[in-house]
């Protein structure tokens, strides 16, 4: 699952980002002036909470020659969400929400993802563990003299593209399902409505405990789907998020729930940020002609019906 170790070697991202406390950090500027640590978390990261400690410690002994910033995933979850768990946890590091750049640029999949940048500005060292690996990547980044870094490495757009919204076409393309069948966004020349159900797979049972509202949202979504998709007037595909979910995941979940529509996983998340897709279970409607008509959010599941009614 280590999706972003081909990474390593090459120059670092170079993109302003912004804090939930509206202090802006330019990446590119730290560059050969320090090394710089990136740790991808989430609030609902069990793995990513029992790490904290061990950012915290990175952060409170960086000195002058590392930056330590705190990446959020931006995926299932609120600015409120992550204030909350910051004062609970009592972590002071500054914590940045991705927008989705930075998790296409360093090809997120799994939470926790550590990343290091040594002081030349390239990527090295990837990984999930906080172990003596990472302390080993972090010191060894930190040596060797400041230098001057040249506009070089991916040039990450300042502002994050806008989602798809109601009046706006489906993209032009297709996607592969897990049975290897091809799905026309768009619909060619079925002229049906189409619904696009985006999930995760773990939804339902990872965040049971930790997010229990949010994993009811997801069982509800479930079943409002199962219970419209006999309709042979609707196309539907339902579209899982690949953070930390590959095909045989959606697969097994497939089976669990009996899940009867045509399934993709959206391994580099282009889809989820097409649609600015940022929590599970979001559901897209679009009319025969390809056009978005509606967009069901999470606790909005009873307004699938009449949207397809309407069409």
């Keep these: 699952m280590l999706a972003g170790s081909g990474l390593v070697g090459s120059p670092a991202p170079r993109l302003v980002v912004t804090t939930i406390d509206g202090q802006r950090i330019d990446l590119a500027s730290l560059y050969g002036k320090k090394a710089v640590y990136l740790k991808f978390w989430a609030t609902w ?10 950012f915290q410690h990175a952060y ?16 299932n979850d609120s600015v409120a969400d992550i204030k909350t768990y910051r004062e609970r946890l009592k972590i002071s590091m500054p914590i940045v929400m991705d927008d989705g750049r930075l998790a296409e640029a360093l090809h997120l999949r799994v939470t926790p993802q550590h990343i290091v940048i040594d002081r030349s500005g390239r990527i090295s060292y990837m990984g999930h563990l906080a172990d003596a690996e990472l302390d080993a990547a972090l010191k060894s980044a ?16 300042d502002a994050p593209r806008r989602g798809l919204r109601d009046r706006d076409l489906l993209p032009d393309g297709s996607v592969h399902t897990i049975d290897d069948k091809v799905f026309t ?7 049906r409505p189409t619904v696009l159900v985006f999930l995760s797979p773990w939804c339902e049972s990872y965040l049971a405990n930790s997010r229990p509202k949010m994993s009811q949202d997801c069982r509800a979504a479930r079943l409002a789907v199962t219970g419209l998709a006999g309709s042979t007037q609707v196309r539907w595909l339902g579209i899982a998020s690949g953070l930390w979910a590959n095909t045989d995941d959606v697969a097994d979940y497939r089976k669990k729930y009996d899940v009867g529509i045509p399934l993709t996983v959206d391994e580099s998340g282009a889809l989820f940020r097409s649609f600015g897709v940022t ?4 559901i897209v409607v679009a009319d025969a002609d390809g056009v978005i008509v509606r ?5 909005q599941e009873g307004e699938l019906a009449q949207a397809l009614r309407s069409l």
């Design 45 to 54: 990261c069990v793995p990513c909470r029992e790490q904290m400690p061990h």
């Design 60 to 75: 409170e002994s960086r000195g002058k020659d590392l930056e330590v910033i705190a990446i959020n995933a931006g995926f």
């Design 142 to 157: 930190r040596q060797g003299k400041p230098e001057a870094v040249t506009a070089r490495g991916t040039r990450v757009a």
């Design 185 to 191: 966004l768009r619909g060619g020349v079925e002229r």
């Design 279 to 282: 929590t599970t279970p979001t």
């Design 295 to 299: 967009r069901v959010e999470a606790g």
